[in-house]
């Protein structure tokens, strides 16, 4: 997650929850609970495509 203050500058990256390659559980009052410990104006939630780290296929 990244989280950004007013002007959209980066306040903090970190990774607040791992899951499996079919499922993770994201908990809402967490991603608010960080965002206001940091002040932040806006978050970003990213997820890595499905496969990311393993060798292309050819195809």
């Known amino acids: 997650m ?9 306040l903090a990256l970190e990774e607040l929850f ?5 499922q993770t559980s994201v908990y809402p009052r967490e991603v608010v609970k960080r ?7 806006a978050v970003i939630l990213a997820q890595p495509p499905v496969g990311a ?5 050819s195809t």
């Open 2 to 10: 990244l989280f950004l203050d007013h002007q959209h500058r980066l």
């Open 18 to 22: 791992r899951g499996t390659l079919s």
């Open 35 to 41: 965002a206001l410990a940091l002040n932040a104006s």
């Open 53 to 57: 780290g393993r060798a292309p296929t």
